[in-house]
């Protein structure tokens, strides 16, 4: 717990405002892939195709985009910014197992290293200054 207050320390007095924008865009980018696996179910469930054989698979699939859709929202306002990245870290990291399991889509495999990347970063980093947790953390 110390190593986590000791980071937000010094992520508060480091906090820049294009890291917070790149953390709303992070949102925001994943919001609108939850809308868009939400709208086109086929999509999601070809993606999953090379891992169908899989015990959970349905599981899975209706795990994803709602994660997707209220992990972006809490982590464009910034609230509870670590976990909703917690929730995001097993789909991304699937995301990049797809890729080399089923069918190469290059496209796909550098934007989920992308945001992997990003939200390890913000898992780090946290939400920063500007974010619901840093105002609600001084109304106390």
């Known amino acids: 717990m110390e190593t986590i207050k000791t980071l937000n320390k010094w992520a508060n007095t480091h906090t820049y405002l294009p890291l917070d924008l790149i953390r709303i865009a992070l949102g925001v980018f994943l919001f609108i892939k939850g809308i868009n696996f939400m709208g086109n179910s086929e999509i999601l469930m070809s993606l999953f ?21 209220i992990g972006g929202i809490l982590i464009a306002t910034g609230l509870l910014t670590r976990w909703a990245i917690l929730a995001q870290l097993p789909i991304l990291i699937g995301a990049i197992a797809i890729n080399f399991v089923g069918e190469m889509d290059s496209n796909n495999l550098i934007l989920a290293l992308i945001t992997l990347l990003a939200c390890s970063f913000f898992l780090l980093y946290g939400s920063g200054k500007n974010s619901l947790d840093y105002y609600f953390k001084m109304q106390q």
């Open 49 to 69: 195709k090379p891992m169908e054989s899989m015990a959970g698979g349905m599981v899975i699939i209706h795990y994803v985009a709602p994660a997707h859709f």
